[in-house]
């Protein structure tokens, strides 16, 4: 029963990673490049190692998969945020039509 379990997770996670490779080249821009990346990265990432904690069943090293997962779920979208936030800042320009606000909720650049 436990390597049904642990083959869902796993096949669950394939899907997440394939799916954030096609919106690596499917999305317009960088910036949506990256949320699509990220998303699917953290939550394939993890449902894979989650399918290797389970299928291992409870040792070390399912802790060890544990801690890794903890770590890859608070770092990733960290990095996410930091690079697409360095993009902006550095004239990155996204698609035409995006909206940027500021901390307000503002427009930028609209002089209000």
Request: glycine share 12%; with cysteine; proline share 3%.
């Amino acid at each position: 029963m436990l390597e049904l379990l642990a083959g869902a997770l796993l096949l669950a996670g394939l899907f997440f990673l394939a799916v954030g490779t096609l919106g690596l080249f499917r999305m317009p821009d960088a910036y949506t490049r990256m949320h699509a990346a990220a998303k699917c990265d953290t939550l394939g990432a993890g449902l894979v190692l989650l399918g290797l904690a389970v299928y291992h069943g409870w040792s070390v090293f399912s802790l060890k998969l544990s801690i890794l997962i903890l770590f890859h779920w608070i770092t990733s979208p960290t990095a996410t945020h930091i690079m697409a936030r360095a993009a902006l800042r550095a004239g990155v320009a996204p698609a035409s039509g995006t909206r940027i606000l500021d901390l307000r909720g503002r427009t930028m650049g609209d002089g209000r």
